[in-house]
């Protein structure tokens, strides 16, 4: 990674929760699907991001 990409990774582990999970919820839908993220991966992490929010699942604390 680059450090500019270090950078904004290690301000965004300092955002709260919901902040966290609206970051990705906004970025997931950027990603190109020709990108090397396979669809089964996108929907993994979104069955996980709907799991935190209904309080099925704790979210992580650092």
Request: charged content about 30%; proline content about 6%; hydrophobic content about 45%.
């Amino acid at each position: 990674m680059s450090a500019t990409l270090e950078t904004l990774f290690a301000e965004a582990l300092e955002l709260p929760d919901e902040s966290r999970l609206e970051l990705v919820e906004r970025l997931i839908p950027t990603i190109k699907p020709e990108a090397s993220v396979e669809a089964a991966q996108l929907a993994e992490v979104v069955r996980r991001m709907e799991e935190v929010q209904s309080g099925e699942a704790p979210a992580c604390s650092r």
